[in-house]
């Protein structure tokens, strides 16, 4: 009997050969197998016979959406950075999306970043992916050999060990509390689409912090990124961030140190949290892909409430719609300029 | 060489008593809460008597932080218009008093032996070295990620180590390697070890993998612009993301930037590391990009190491940490790199 | 041991080159006499230079080491560094840390042989270092074949200079300029075509070649057609740096550091290197 993976790998596996015999699509961007237990590696493919490589399973923690609009650039005719645009419709790209990845794709047609007329979404519900450091931290100290996945509880092996556990209960944090699974966008369905996710209350992390004295959440944030070491991994990881030179990277002005002061490190992650306000859908790539461990995802998921509560968006849901704060409006709440003390003076 | 028998007691007395008059330095345990300041990440300053324990395989950062810190100071100056220095660079104050690293493995001291061959007329690196003093311990086990012994090394190498403290059926057993080791250890009156230990010690070593590099060195005559051309490029350049988990995490990439940092008048010139994964590392000033894309970034990497580093000083630019592998977003693994380039004929 | 420690150095004179004002020619006197006596530099070599506050960069020395008691550093405004280097003024102290490099041969495969000098817009800057240092040892070389070229007659460097070398036998000089212009009697025409036009006879030659890439690109032809060798052609390459001592890697061309291995090449040994500059 397959497991749930094994047929959607099958699926997956099925409809990219077909969508690439019959021309539709010129690449698809999906998962091949990683050479470690609890990987998988992004992978591009662009031919019929590779799609026996494409893999899926509880591990695709990278938002494939990051890969789009370099994949689209590539199977353009190759032209100089003034050559018109060819004329005619260009070759479409096949990508893998789940709920969250889908609502980066709108978030990137809405920012212009992909031509939604080229890609063709090939939809997955998302059961919640696994974070591999809650693994790693269940058998601290003792290294893991091999990670099988069954429908409802990862095997984990190591030379002198061999546990069941419940998947759920490793799935990451922003899975957990995800409430919309299934893909806003879909061409191609893979596997069955999923229901909206009942969750009181998604902010409940971000409510904790938010409960701390300021002396209290000061200590939680120094003590969060003072481990970062400036990789970058989180911004490289995520689909948000394609602007040509970052403003960490940029010398004319220079806007933040290079060095690991606390400060400097600080204000990268405040600064990138910023950037991705509004836009953000909580995919977890940034955090998963962190290879110190640190849960920058707090900043962005706060951002989240606070454009949740201020504009009632999330990022992505509505494809039609502007984006919250690159769009001016006479009604906008102002609350994020006038502070509660302020305004409790002047009586706004 | 002296060879001594220690318990664990012994060992932790000893460490503490280091530490009370030098800083001494070990892989934090676990996921580290806070970095202390004058500490890396994935390090922490023993202080206390906690007993002294090392997780299997590598440290979660390697021991580069401590001979090529981030950031090194290298020049201060001041800006203010009434000092008659102004805009004087000087040499910063040196910093002086021994540092001990405990806990590091056979992999990260051998990197420190690699770093040295283009650092070796490096002010920095080498006034860091003669500070430091390495209290290594071997590997009885291997990770599925290790692959000291494919680059040349072993797990229980010695090469780089002050002192070598291995665990031999129950027993741990110091091979004090260095003068520097040798000053450690010259006030305590430690056991030394039976001939019985010495002989289990080198039947250990000679039974766990050797260092083999034959395989592997037979990359190092293989065609530079063959290898440069190689098909595997365009594949792994499309799965990477270019971050710089790999670099700033690989004990042997050395990698620097330079940038003048100032507050209130005062300022330092500072090298920090850099990774050649990062556009910006080659961008010339008109906007050129000899490196421009992706795939060329991470080509360069993995030539560094395997070919342009081996070329210039002869040993590969890799210690087989496996640190790349177990911390890279995309799970591009070295080993598979290595794999495809030796099959370019 | 390397040292990273730059060398106080004052601005002397400052003088703006081109018409559009974006290149200057700073000349700098050492702070300490020690060190001034103490600097040789080879031409073809560079030095980093340094301003408290903003960096380093790797700027070519156009003065000869015969020009005793001073350097000279023609500038382009480009970046952060050069742009802050353009707004400062006589009298002021900077850094200077070098030389760094390798520079031209011009004690071996240079000596007692004919030397053709093409350059291409501001690039000639390490080219006037060589070929005063080559009329000041005359006797050493045989002819001497000067090409410089400019967009047009206001971005040429060292203009009064090039006067000056025109009166000279002992040199053979041809300035051109892009397209032409109101005043301008000289040559018209790309270096390319003009070097094509000279056609240097190649035997018991050497090239010394520096400009932009597509003038070397196009350089290259014309000289081949009469005989010239990868072998006889110098070029000097240029990447971003940081340490200019070989121990960065920003400078990288494959296995080469163009800060320690260069920035002077043959072609031939341009190359088999991959185009990573």
Redesign the interface.
């Known amino acids: 009997m397959p497991t749930i993976n094994e047929k959607l790998t099958e699926e997956i596996r099925t409809q990219a050969k077909a969508l690439l015999a019959n021309g539709t699509v010129a690449a698809v961007i999906g998962y091949s197998r990683g050479s470690l237990p609890m990987t998988v590696k992004p992978t591009v493919v662009r031919t019929a016979e590779d799609c026996g490589k494409l893999v899926w399973n509880s591990f695709c923690v990278l938002n494939l959406a990051n890969y789009l609009p370099e994949v689209l650039k590539s199977v353009e005719p190759p032209r100089g950075p003034r050559d018109p645009k060819p004329e005619g419709p260009l070759a479409k790209v096949a990508v893998l999306a789940t709920g969250c990845w889908s609502r980066n794709i709108v978030v990137q047609t809405q920012e212009h970043q992909v031509d939604p007329e080229r890609v063709v979404v090939m939809g997955v519900a998302s059961r919640g992916m696994v974070s591999r450091r809650k693994v790693e931290e269940q058998f601290a100290g003792r290294e893991i050999l091999t990670v099988e996945e069954l429908d409802h509880d990862l095997v984990v092996k190591g030379a002198d060990f061999e546990e069941k556990i419940n998947r759920w209960s490793l799935v990451r944090d922003n899975c957990q509390t995800c409430t919309h699974p299934d893909p806003v966008l879909v061409d191609v369905r893979i596997g069955e689409p999923a229901s909206e996710r009942k969750n009181p209350n998604p902010f409940q992390q971000v409510d904790e912090i938010e409960g701390k004295s300021s002396e209290e959440r000061w200590a939680w944030f120094t003590s969060e990124f003072s481990t970062c070491i400036r990789c970058y991994a989180c911004r490289n990881a995520c689909p948000l961030c394609y602007c040509p030179t970052c403003f960490v990277d940029d010398a004319k002005p220079q806007w933040v140190g290079k060095s690991l002061d606390a400060v400097d490190t600080g204000l990268f992650h405040l600064l990138r949290a910023y950037h991705c306000a509004g836009r953000c859908t909580d995919c977890g790539a940034c955090e998963s892909v962190c290879p110190m461990g640190i849960n920058m995802r707090m900043l962005t998921k706060k951002l989240n409430k606070d454009v949740l509560n201020l504009y009632g968006v999330e990022a992505g849901m509505q494809p039609g719609s502007p984006l919250p704060l690159t769009t001016y409006a006479t009604n906008d709440p102002q609350k994020f300029i006038v502070t509660e003390a302020k305004a409790v003076k002047e009586g706004v | 060489m002296k060879v001594f028998r220690l318990s664990q007691t012994e060992l932790d007395s000893m460490v503490q008593g280091w530490s009370q008059n030098r800083r001494v330095y070990r892989p934090a345990a676990g996921r580290q809460q806070s970095a202390q300041a004058d500490c890396a990440p994935g390090w922490e300053r023993v202080a206390g008597s906690s007993p002294l324990t090392v997780a299997t395989g590598p440290s979660k950062t390697s021991v580069k932080t401590f001979l090529f810190p981030q950031p090194e100071t290298m020049q201060t100056y001041t800006l203010k218009s009434s000092d008659p220095d102004k805009g004087l660079l000087k040499e910063p104050e040196k910093t002086t008093g021994k540092q001990i690293i405990v806990g590091l493995r056979p992999c990260d001291a051998r990197s420190v032996k690699l770093n040295n061959l283009p650092f070796r007329e490096d002010p920095f690196y080498q006034a860091s070295l003669a500070r430091t003093v390495m209290v290594g311990f071997t590997c009885n086990t291997m990770c599925a990620t290790c692959f000291c012994d494919q680059m040349g090394g072993s797990p229980m190498g010695t090469e780089g180590l002050d002192i070598a403290i291995s665990q031999v059926d129950g027993t741990m057993i110091a091979e004090v390697l260095t003068p520097a080791g040798e000053e450690l250890i010259a006030d305590l009156s430690l056991t030394p070890a039976e001939d019985s230990d010495i002989n289990a010690l080198a039947e250990r070593r000679k039974d766990c993998p050797q260092a083999d590099s034959a395989k592997l060195d037979a990359l190092k005559s293989r065609d530079l612009n063959k290898l440069y051309g190689a098909p595997v490029w365009q594949a792994l350049g499309e799965s990477c993301i270019n971050c710089g988990a790999c670099t700033f995490n690989c004990p042997t990439c050395y990698c620097f930037d330079v940038q003048d940092e100032v507050v209130r008048g005062q300022g330092r010139r500072i090298r920090y590391w850099d990774s050649c994964m990062f556009p910006l590392y080659s961008l010339h000033t008109t906007g050129h990009n000899p490196r421009g894309q992706k795939m060329q970034r991470t080509r360069n990497r993995f030539m560094h190491k395997l070919k342009y580093f081996p070329d210039r000083y002869g040993p590969f630019s890799c210690v087989g940490c496996g640190r790349c592998v177990q911390d890279c977003p995309v799970n591009i693994d070295i080993r598979e790199v290595i794999h495809d380039l030796l099959a370019v004929e | 041991?390397?040292?990273?420690?730059?060398y106080?150095v004052r601005i002397n004179e400052i003088k703006v080159e081109t018409e559009d004002g974006n290149l200057k020619t700073f000349k700098l006197v050492f702070e300490n006499e020690a060190q001034r006596k103490a600097w040789k530099h080879v031409p073809g070599q560079f030095a980093m230079l340094?301003?408290?506050?903003?960096?380093?960069i790797p700027i070519g020395i156009a003065s000869s080491p015969t020009e005793e008691g001073h350097l000279l550093f023609t500038v382009n405004r480009?970046?952060?560094v050069?742009?802050a280097l353009h707004q400062m003024h006589t009298g002021?102290?900077?850094?200077v840390r070098g030389p760094l490099g390798n520079g031209f041969p011009i004690d071996t495969d240079m000596k007692g042989k004919n030397i053709v000098i093409i350059a291409g817009g501001f690039a000639v800057t390490t080219l006037r270092a060589t070929l005063i240092y080559l009329m000041e040892h005359r006797q050493d070389y045989g002819k001497i074949t000067f090409i410089y070229g400019a967009r047009t007659p206001g971005m040429l460097l060292y203009q009064d200079e090039l006067q000056e070398w025109a009166k000279r036998d002992d040199v053979d000089l041809h300035i051109t300029v892009d397209r032409e212009a109101p005043g301008w009697d000289g040559l018209v025409g790309f270096v390319p075509t003009i070097a094509g036009q000279v056609a240097p006879s190649p035997g018991n030659s050497v090239a010394l070649i520096c400009g932009p890439p597509i003038m070397i690109k196009f350089t290259m032809p014309p000289l081949e057609k009469i005989g010239w060798t990868d072998d006889q052609v110098y070029l000097s390459l240029?990447?971003?740096m940081?340490?200019g001592?070989?121990?960065?890697?920003?400078c990288?061309?494959?296995?080469t550091l163009v800060c320690k291995d260069g920035p002077v090449f043959t072609r031939t040994q341009v190359k088999?290197l991959?185009?990573?500059?």
């Not at chain 3, 340094?50 to 380093?56: D, F, N, V, Y």
């Not at chain 3, 002021?92 to 850094?95: C, K, Q, S, V």
């Not at chain 3, 991959?274 to 500059?277: D, R, T, W």
């Open positions: 041991m390397i040292s990273y420690l730059p106080p340094s301003l408290a506050g903003q960096g380093e480009a970046g952060k050069t742009t002021e102290r900077m850094g240029e990447n971003r940081k340490c001592e070989g121990v960065c890697c920003h990288n061309v494959g296995p088999k991959p185009v990573e500059y």
